[in-house]
């Protein structure tokens, strides 16, 4: 609902009443520890996004506040924030050119989380246990496939060729990881 009201009423806001609604949607994106609040949450900040760059002008606070998103001690921060960056890569298209290489680099970092290893309890304090942690790196893995989909889509090649040897390196090493657990080998 939040979404599709923003959607429907973003062209009649003026710059202020674009500011608030974007701050808040921020503020309220890092005071959330409901996954269902935080999903709502990013999909109006993915279709505020598309609108604003749409209206030549950019949500500059965005992708610093999901870069420290990503980086939060809250497992539920970090997956929200790899979701809609993997969204954000989909839509904004080639608004996001010039961070591909950082966003990258922010999604193989997220896949590795830390937290998933060890005994999977948990301990980042927001109650979700280890499970959090294996959905930060699945909405990780996530985005990274949906940002070289997206790359692909528009033929950029050569993006894709740059980054694929990390996002490849990235995943077979998560592999090897569940393949020895998996054999209890621990190594």
């Known amino acids: 609902l939040l979404s599709t009201a923003v959607g429907r009423h973003w062209r009649e806001l003026g710059d202020d009443g674009r500011a608030s609604v974007q701050a808040g949607v921020l503020a309220a994106l890092g005071a959330s520890q409901s996954p ?31 870069s ?11 997956e929200a924030s790899m979701v809609l960056l993997g969204n954000l890569t989909e839509s904004m298209g080639m608004h996001l050119h010039p961070h591909h290489h950082a966003l990258a680099a922010l999604f ?10 060890g005994s999977g309890s948990g301990g980042d304090g927001d109650g979700g ?25 528009r033929g950029d090649f050569i993006a894709v060729a740059q980054l694929g040897c990390g996002i490849v390196a990235c995943c077979a090493e998560l592999a090897a990881e569940r393949h020895a657990a998996r054999d209890g080998t621990g190594a």
Not at 41 to 46: F, G, I, K, P, V
């Open 129 to 153: 246990g280890g499970d959090h942690y294996s959905r930060v790196r699945e909405a990780a893995l996530g985005a990274l496939g949906q940002m070289a989909g997206a790359l692909g889509a």
């Open 68 to 78: 420290d998103a990503a980086r939060s001690p809250s497992a539920v921060h970090r």
């Open 36 to 66: 269902a609040e935080l999903r709502a949450l990013a999909h109006a900040a993915d279709v505020i996004a598309q609108a604003s760059a749409g209206a030549g002008t950019p949500w500059d606070a965005l992708l610093p506040a999901l």
């Open 108 to 117: 193989v970092a997220a896949a590795r989380d830390p937290g998933a290893r």
